[in-house]
Nanobody
């Protein structure tokens, strides 16, 4: 059974940092990419960053330069380090797993990911 469990969300002031974790089990790490997505109030689900099985990383314009995705294969965990947070970053953040070879070039298309966690809330105050 595939399980993805996010943690690390919370309330932070603008300019602050948070590190989200995604503990994944039941997936084949050699085949899967892990993506971070977010959904803000009244908005659609947006891809933020992803990391593929070979360690390649991809970022949306909103995450580039401020967010860093990484993984610890030994712990089966993917991290999203978020710096210089803005109120617009307020959202529920989800991690998702998808087969790398089935993903489009951006690696950030939500419907291409088959397994999802329950999400963790990030709130950035001004």
């Amino acid at each position: 059974e595939v399980q993805l469990v996010e943690s690390g969300g919370g309330l932070v002031q603008a300019g602050g940092s948070l590190r989200l974790s995604c503990a994944a089990s039941g997936i084949t790490w050699d085949d899967n990419a892990i993506g971070w997505f977010r959904q803000g109030p009244g908005k659609g689900r947006e891809g933020v960053a992803s990391i593929t099985n070979d360690g390649s990383t991809y970022y949306s314009d909103s995450g580039k330069g401020r967010f860093t995705i990484s993984k610890d294969n030994g712990k089966n965990t993917v991290y999203l380090q978020m710096n210089s947070l803005k109120p617009d970053d307020t959202a529920v953040y989800y991690c998702a797993a998808g087969i790398s070879t089935f993903l489009s070039s951006s690696r950030l298309v939500a419907y291409e990911y088959g397994y999802w966690g329950q999400g963790t809330q990030v709130t950035v105050s001004s």
